[in-house]
């Protein structure tokens, strides 16, 4: 049950209760949360599999195209409801679909753990969706996922990634605002769920699966969430490369210890695990993850036999396969793998069975962001952003290719390029808010601070830059004028 409230005065729980969101994400982060009560037998295992559901909607101006609405009035929504109230939104049809694939979690666990058997899920849902649910009053969804979250029958069944509150691109966001989404994201869990289960937390989904390689932007990516308590993290097969070799890793289906230096010197790692192939929904909506896990044994690795374990994500509603395949291919999956040698499990539990077993994060074979390997060529951690930038502008004018823009689920997208007219209203809402508030000390839990911080972060979700030039750039430049003007008229 949650202790703080979901609104206060209509505006949702994202900012305050500081001090108790850091305890609760500190909580016992030496002692594992799921081995105890896994019920398990990693010893006979020879291969594991995790599959992750990723759902979001972003939020919008109410009215939407075509609605002869004044957009500058209308409240903010989430789309799904725009999508069940509009009669112009092509894609209305699914929006019920959409909406079972939201609670769907809350029925087939607890149906196959009555069953006997021993099913895992790992979710993550971001907190424009969220809020989105809350407000169009989906509390059966809502009170399905706080049943398997919350439960000490089910909680073990499901592990929640933590992500960034306004689904945006970790790359291109500027990483004090990169750091408002992640608390942002667990102030919102918190309030739905209870600090006892923000505790649990324990991974990071990167919204687009988008990490930094920029020297500087990807240390404080890494800083920011082992600042708020992650142990691990979830990364994309190639946007990570081995430090000597500039290739990817070898050891797909292993953890890696991903280090990460800036330009002054510092230094920050996190374990990842590799989400490999593409973003296919058809991976995970036939369950082929749990056939390549069947096709492992254990692996020698220095010197020791380790449990390897294939790890992949999807969106959890979008296409056919996953609205209407997956379920049945999952309870099947779930029945054939229950007490055999190739189990599904959850990436924190999996991690806590080779902790018990002695496997230590510095054991892990380390990598670093996707195209740093030449740059550390040129450049010697501790001299400075200057020389930094010098040496990236020269690769550049090298190699028209190069950029570290970062690496996402697909590299055909720019998340910089074509959106000028985005960037700089959501550049210029940013630098107010750290100007207005942040600097002068509003307090988190005032409202305004709230409302302010609302409308930066959702202003950044990666939808109003991914479907380029037209309605999403529209909503995108709104929502940014909106945050001004409440940057302008409120501090």
Known sequence: MSEIPEFIDGLPNISGWDCEREEAIHRGRDRPVFLHESGIDFGRARGACAVALHMHQPLI????PGRGSDAHREPLIGNLQYMLQSPYEEDRHNANVYRWCYRRPGEFLPQLVHEGKQ????????GTLFLGLQQMGAG???????KITCDPNYRRCVEWLGTTWGHTVAPSTPPQDFRLHVKAWQNHFASLFGFEALSRVRGFMPSELALPNHPDVAYEFVKTLRDCGYQWVIVQEHTVENPETGW???????PNRMVCSNSRGETASITVLIKTRGSDTKIIGHMQPHDEAASQSRWDYRGRKILPLVTQIADGENGH???????GTY???VRRASGSDVPLVNPSEYLEYLAADGWR?????VVHPVRQKRIWERFRAGEGPEKLAQVIEQLHREDYHFHVEGGSWTNDISWIYGYENVLGPMEKASALFHEKVVRAGVSTGEQRYRNALLHLLTAQ???FRYWGQGRWTDYGREISRRALDILTHDF
């Open 61 to 64: 101006p109410a009215g939407g």
């Open 119 to 126: 099913p895992r899920l790992t979710l993550d849902y971001t």
């Open 140 to 146: 059966d969804v809502l009170d399905a996922l706080r």
């Open 248 to 254: 990817g890793s070898q050891y797909l289906h292993l």
């Open 321 to 327: 396969v996953m609205m209407n395949e997956f379920p």
């Open 331 to 333: 309870l099947d999956v």
């Open 361 to 365: 994060e510095e054991d892990f074979p």
């Open 461 to 463: 979700t990666s939808c």
